[in-house]
């Protein structure tokens, strides 16, 4: 959500008082005496190593740590406590005992407590050290639950005989861990109380008073001190428009960096190669391809690396985009090279590609290309002779040299590591960089995409080529398991072929899931015995993969058991059964690209997930089949991901914002970032001076082009 704090008094910043917008951005520079907030924490060495787990080194860490919620707690007074009801209530001790107890494992602290309503009785469980800790005369606040004649405390702070009343303010709840709970993180913060005004202000007055936003320290005082709900929402609001802000202008400083002084190979249009191409092509393109052919037309006309990541639908043809995009590179004059994370995926597109090209030169460069064809390959790669190519992370390694490579199409991109992507740009010929159209056949939520791929520009493809059946898909428990290979027997006498996906390639003593070895040799034996049944997955070499992914193209098998290798790539019209055995334990995005393999020709297809039926995962897939929607509620239950950097799955992760709930603020952030580095592509002017050392401190190196 985000907050309205357009009445919000921005008193840190002015001294009090609602501001307009100029008095906000004349307002004085207070100055931080940063340093302090580098002492160490006041606690002991366990303490200290919880506190390591949270992040928290320093007093300036320990500030940052912000409460996930604050809890505005009824007050009470004893007298009105009514049973099973949580309150908070403010006491003084009268007297503090440990009771007996016949459990070995329960220890029972009780004490006496009195305030103006009368007396009563609380307890604490297992906190023996209270006992001794605790003295008569202390005033506390207590938060837990009357039951049994006893409040029992769940929380409890000591405070000062003149503090306000039961319910005088909110509760700042911090996330913990083993060995500091929330409550001990309480009173460290509360110990340090206004070491938050030695923060660094990164964000210009002139840029806080157009968003609206409040000072860093004086958003952390409403975060941990909240003078109401109000207050604390705007606090919580600045605080994680900056982590966003900072993350967004990193990537358009990456994105900037990255092409700043480099040109790439202008590709116009020749109307030849790709003219002749698209006149034999048996179908037409959708309006989406269309689209982004000529978009990306566009891109490589201009002499600047284009950056693009193409996503789509399952089946939406995003291979003969990327061909075109090839092709236009090849009648330039320049080369361009397909890049797949695996041996199978680059075969499966190398075949796709040679049938639809059989006038273009063309060749496929994997791991396991012997030694010969290798030695062949290298040398018109280096001449020039041949204008495509195909491969996996072999077209990156050190003997590979290209003569003019102008474009990188990058498959699956996520698979690859940014010094991996990053290693194709060496490969281009003197000063120039290549082209590089990224692909993936997963849909990316815009919340992903502007925080893990904000450095890249974006085409959909949604539009699926015409004739396209939906696909008919449920989940399935064991009871129905018998009802469901019927099914599939219905369906192959028909003339129609299956897969049946196994999470693992061989059987596990630890995992009790259903492996692709057995599971073929126990349907080749029962369920299918009537029917050809073959073997795939990623520890077969090269030869026997490509065998089997023959046979079954060829309609030479009925049946194909095997692991996930076959996700992507893989293109089978007359397929149209796709078993999923232990569809728990794959992402939603696995399964609904899974799922792609069949509904690729004429007739009705099937997906049946062996699985929990109260799976929320296999629930939903089973009702949605559009890609962008389930990769939108993959996001939502995967959770956070890593930080800006190699790794490229995942939301990153921020201290106080949480995405998708925050995505309004992420497309604030990102509107302002890109109007920040518009007016200053390199942050250099010197009112941006503590801002750029901010978003380095945090990001550093990856806002520079990694060196090749």
């Not at 000591?158 to 709840?173: L, N, T």
Request: proline residues 5%.
């Amino acid at each position: 959500m985000v907050a309205d704090f357009s009445r919000v008094k921005f008193s840190a910043v002015i001294g009090g008082g609602d501001a307009t917008i100029d008095q906000l951005a004349a307002a004085p520079i207070r100055w931080p005496r940063p340093s302090l907030l580098r002492a160490p924490l006041p606690v002991g060495a366990k303490t200290l190593e919880a506190a390591e787990r949270l992040g928290i080194r320093d007093l300036g860490d320990l500030i940052e740590h912000v409460p996930v919620t604050h809890e505005f707690r009824a007050g009470r007074q004893i007298k009105q406590l009514k049973a099973g009801e949580e309150a908070t209530i403010e006491v003084e001790l009268r007297s503090i005992s440990l009771r007996p107890t016949r459990r070995r494992n329960l220890r029972i602290v009780e004490a006496v407590v009195l305030d103006d309503s009368g007396s009563g009785k609380a307890v604490w469980f297992n906190q023996q050290w209270l006992a001794k800790q605790l003295e008569p005369g202390t005033h506390l606040r207590l938060f837990g639950k009357m039951k049994g004649g006893a409040f029992q405390v769940k929380e409890h702070t000591v405070i000062g005989a003149s503090e306000g009343g039961a319910d005088s303010g909110p509760i700042s709840v911090y996330p913990g861990t083993e060995g500091l709970k929330s409550q001990r993180l309480r009173e460290l913060v509360d110990a340090v109380r206004g070491i938050e005004l030695n923060v660094i202000e990164a964000l210009p007055g002139r840029f806080r008073a157009r968003e609206r936003l409040m000072g860093h320290a004086d958003a952390l005082s409403e975060m941990h001190f909240p003078s109401d709900q109000r207050a604390s929402a705007a606090g919580r609001e600045r605080l994680a428009f900056e982590e966003l802000f900072l993350q967004q202008l990193a990537l358009g400083l990456r994105r900037r960096r990255r092409v700043a002084g480099r040109s790439a190979p202008e590709l116009p249009a020749q109307e030849t190669l790709v003219a002749r191409w698209r006149e034999r092509l048996p179908f037409e393109f959708t309006g989406d391809q269309r689209e982004a052919i000529a978009t990306i037309d566009r891109d490589l006309a201009r002499g600047v690396p284009m950056q693009r990541l193409l996503m789509g639908e399952v089946g939406s043809g995003k291979t003969v985009v990327a061909l075109s995009a090839m092709l236009r590179a090849a009648e330039n004059g320049g080369q361009a090279a397909l890049m797949a994370p695996t041996e199978t995926l680059a075969e499966q597109h190398f075949a796709t590609l040679n049938a639809m090209l059989p006038e273009v030169p063309l060749a496929l460069l994997t791991g396991s290309t012997p030694a010969a064809r290798r030695k062949e390959i290298l040398a018109r790669l280096a001449t020039g002779e041949l204008p495509l190519i195909v491969g996996t992370h072999a077209l990156i390694e050190e003997p590979v040299e290209f003569r003019n490579l102008a474009l990188a199409v990058v498959d699956e991109q996520h698979r690859f590591g940014v010094r991996q992507r990053a290693a194709l740009d060496a490969k281009a010929p003197g000063e120039l960089l290549p082209h590089v159209l990224h692909m993936t056949a997963t849909p990316i939520p815009r919340t992903l995409a502007l925080t893990g791929y904000g450095d890249l520009d974006f085409t959909q493809i949604k539009e699926l080529p015409r004739g396209r059946r939906p696909i008919s898909t449920r989940v399935i428990g064991d009871a129905q398991r018998e009802d469901a290979y019927e099914q599939v027997r219905e369906q192959l006498r028909a003339g129609r072929q299956a897969y049946v996906v196994c999470p693992l390639v061989s059987e596990s003593e630890v995992l009790q899931v259903r492996a692709a070895t057995v599971e073929y040799e126990r349907l080749a034996a029962g369920e299918f015995k009537d029917f050809r049944v073959r073997l795939i997955h990623g520890q077969m070499p090269s030869v026997e993969k490509a065998a089997a992914m023959k046979a079954f193209g060829d309609h030479e098998a009925d049946v194909l058991v095997a692991t996930s290798v076959i996700e992507v790539g893989i293109d089978v019209p007359n397929a149209t059964v796709m078993i999923i055995e232990d569809a728990d334990r794959y992402g939603i995005s696995q399964l609904h690209q899974l799922r792609g393999r069949v509904g690729r020709g004429e007739h009705e297809s099937f997906c049946m997930l062996f699985g929990n039926p109260a799976s929320r995962r296999l629930r939903a897939v089973a009702a949605e089949r559009d890609g962008f929607k389930l990769a939108q509620v993959d996001l939502e239950l995967r959770g956070a991901g890593e930080e800006l950097g190699t790794r490229q799955s995942g939301l990153p992760r921020f201290r106080v914002a949480v995405l998708p709930e925050d995505n309004l603020l992420l497309e604030r952030a990102n509107l302002a970032a890109d109007r920040l580095l518009t007016e200053d592509p390199a942050l250099d002017a010197p009112e941006q001076a503590l801002l750029r050392d901010s978003v380095i401190g945090r990001y550093g190196e990856e806002i520079d082009p990694i060196p090749a």
